[in-house]
């Protein structure tokens, strides 16, 4: 098993920053990919960005320019620099971990706001 712990989000102005930050307990041995997911108001939840234990990034269309992942493998945290913010990216984002035997853990999630 595995348990996430998500920290920062909140309101900011369209155009700001936040960072989330997820720390990861556990089996942490066991993680292969980390990342986080969000879902916006009457929508699915989708991929934001991922990052593998070796550092190899996925991110999504929306938001490569302006996001940035980043894991601590000793750690075992990953922060998520999130930069020129828009309206749109306002959602409930959440922490995934992805384990060596293709488990999925996910975290309570934290509320990000990007006013216009």
């Known amino acids: 098993q595995v348990q996430l712990v998500e920290s920062g989000g909140g309101l900011v102005q369209a155009g700001g920053s936040l960072r989330l930050s997820c720390a990861a307990s556990?089996?942490?041995?066991?993680?292969?990919?980390m990342g986080w997911y969000r879902q916006a108001p009457g929508k699915e939840r989708e991929l934001v960005a991922t990052?593998?234990?070796?550092?190899?990034?996925n991110y999504a269309d929306s938001v490569k320019g302006r996001f940035s992942l980043s894991r601590d493998n000793v750690k075992s945290t990953v922060n998520l620099q999130m930069s020129a913010l828009k309206p749109e990216d306002t959602a409930v984002y959440y922490c995934?971990?992805?384990?060596?035997?293709?488990?999925?853990?996910w975290g309570k999630g934290t509320l990000v706001t990007v006013s216009s």
């Open positions: 990052i593998t234990t070796g550092g190899y990034t």
């Open positions: 556990g089996n942490i041995f066991s993680i292969a990919v």
């Open positions: 995934h971990v992805g384990s060596l035997q293709n488990e999925n853990y």
